[in-house]
């Protein structure tokens, strides 16, 4: 088995986008910065993401049920870092949001959501593979916020 920093070094040269995980928490917002995230099966409609069962989000999703996956624009950096720990109370405050199906927030400026409700889950090390069925989606234009080597990316490229 290889050690964890070869795995970690490995890793970084894999390009991803960036997403915000979305939950509730009593009725209250809660997000998470989240790239381990991929598309499952078209039907039913379903996707994964894999959450640390150490993080706080992790409580709030396997409580309420619910996660909304927002697929972050190029522009929204600060989005990515804010939700990956440097803002740990009022997580939302100044944050545009809307609701969709499952009461989870939907980010303004997110080029796609995806929301949720939790169908399996599968836990492996550290972490959760959860396995979410999607009750609602839309996507608007935009280029992708990326992450490689460590570092956030705007793609540049623009989907309609
Ligand atoms: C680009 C990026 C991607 C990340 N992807 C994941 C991920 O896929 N799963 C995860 O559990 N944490 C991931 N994290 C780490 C969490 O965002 C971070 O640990 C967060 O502070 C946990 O917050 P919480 O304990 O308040 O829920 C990522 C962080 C960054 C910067």
Redesign the pocket.
């Known amino acids: 088995m290889t050690s964890a920093a070869a795995f970690r070094h490995a890793m970084r040269h894999v390009p991803t986008g ?1 997403t915000v995980v979305t939950t509730l928490k009593e009725g209250e917002p809660r997000g ?5 995230f991929a598309s499952v099966s078209l039907e039913p409609p379903s996707l994964l ?4 069962r150490e ?3 992790y409580l709030f999703i396997s409580t309420s049920r619910v996660f909304c996956v927002n697929v972050l624009a190029g522009d929204q950096r600060r989005l ?1 870092e804010r ?3 440097k803002v740990r109370d009022r997580q939302f405050a100044g944050v545009e949001y809307a609701i969709d199906a499952t009461g989870a927030p939907v980010l303004g400026g997110a080029i796609a959501h995806f929301d949720c409700e939790v169908s399996h889950e599968h836990q492996i090390g550290s ?1 959760s593979i959860l396995v979410g069925r999607v009750l609602s989606c839309n996507a608007r234009a935009g280029s992708p916020l990326g ?1 490689f080597n460590g570092g956030f990316h705007d793609f540049g490229i623009h989907v309609d």
């Open positions: 960036v998470i910065t989240v790239n381990a993401i894999c959450i640390n993080a706080r989000s990515a939700f990956s720990g972490h992450y």
